[in-house]
């Protein structure tokens, strides 16, 4: 596939969408779009055409979805809104994209990204967390990709919640939870996880990881498992949207 044409990798989140053009040496452009009002498809959309539009870009265009995605079509959207309830998205963006149009779950994206980031990869599996609104996950088991385990729904034996409603970045801003109190929470899902799945090492990416020093050090000595921060931050999902086209 000819990339001369730089990739929009495109990333949906519960507050934000995050956009980044991708070529096969380095990251073109990035942004940040913060929701001003709804997170309906159409206003979605409009603002995927903005970026088109004042990028000027005439490529491909891969996506990272906050949801379960089936062959195009989004099964649902816990943090968006329900008209997305068997939406076909690329099928509506066709007005608007000049190249072909891929859409996977936004962890799964992220994963992509984090692929081949650890010294050892090609023997390790390796559980990929998004932290964010919600907790997105996924594998790469010896570098490939296993999809659609949203761990963050799994409902907490002790806790009587889900992962991501005890843990996730959301619940620390609406609980106001210190960064410490925060990291104390996540090292007890991280510990969960660890024992039901047994990972050989977990790498972290969103908007949190850019800056870790807060935080990390206090996971790391609770963990026995290894943990890595996404080299890319909060542009791993986006990042990882556009190699769905291989870049």
Request: net charge negative; with cysteine; proline share 3%.
């Amino acid at each position: 596939m000819d990339h001369e044409q730089p990739v929009l990798g495109v990333d949906i989140g519960g507050s934000s969408i995050k956009f980044c053009l991708v070529d096969s040496k380095e990251i073109v452009a990035h942004t940040t779009m913060e929701y001003v009002d709804r997170k309906n498809p159409n206003s979605i959309i409009e603002m995927i055409g903005e970026i088109i539009t004042k990028w000027e870009h005439r490529g491909h265009i891969g996506i990272g979805f906050p949801g379960m995605v089936e062959k195009g079509i989004i099964i649902d959207a816990p943090n968006l809104d329900t008209a997305w309830e068997g939406y076909n998205l690329p099928s509506q963006l066709k007005d608007v994209v000049y190249g072909d149009i891929l859409i996977i779950n936004d962890a799964d994206a992220a994963a992509l990204a984090m692929n081949k980031q650890t010294k050892g990869w090609e023997n390790e599996n390796i559980l990929c967390l998004t932290l964010g609104t919600g907790i997105g996950s996924a594998w790469l088991r010896q570098g490939e990709l296993e999809s659609g385990t949203e761990y963050g729904r799994i409902i907490h034996p002790e806790l009587n919640c889900s992962l991501e409603q005890f843990a996730s970045v959301r619940t620390m801003n609406n609980e106001n939870l210190s960064i410490e109190d925060w990291a104390i929470r996540l090292c007890s899902i991280l510990e969960f996880l660890e024992i039901e799945f047994k990972p050989d090492r977990f790498i972290l990416s969103g908007g949190i990881t850019n800056d870790s020093s807060e935080w990390l050090s206090i996971i790391e000595g609770r963990m026995n498992t290894p943990i890595t921060i996404s080299k890319f931050g909060d542009l791993t999902g986006s990042i990882g949207a556009a190699k769905l086209h291989s870049v």
